[in-house]
């Protein structure tokens, strides 16, 4: 959810800068290689989250 927000914010333009502190495994910096990927699973998610 915070990526979500995250890209939210880059689209509004306010910020020019963001940082991230992430945990030091390479799951994370595994994911933000697939962001079609991740869009596709928050859709899915919340589309079985509103039923």
Do not use: R
Request: proline share 4%.
């Amino acid at each position: 959810m915070v990526l979500t927000m995250i890209m939210e914010l880059h689209e509004d333009g306010k910020y020019g800068v963001f940082v991230f502190d992430s945990a030091p495994a390479g799951h994370f910096l595994k994911l933000l290689e697939f962001p079609e990927i991740i869009a596709q699973w928050l859709k899915a998610f919340f589309a079985l989250f509103l039923k």
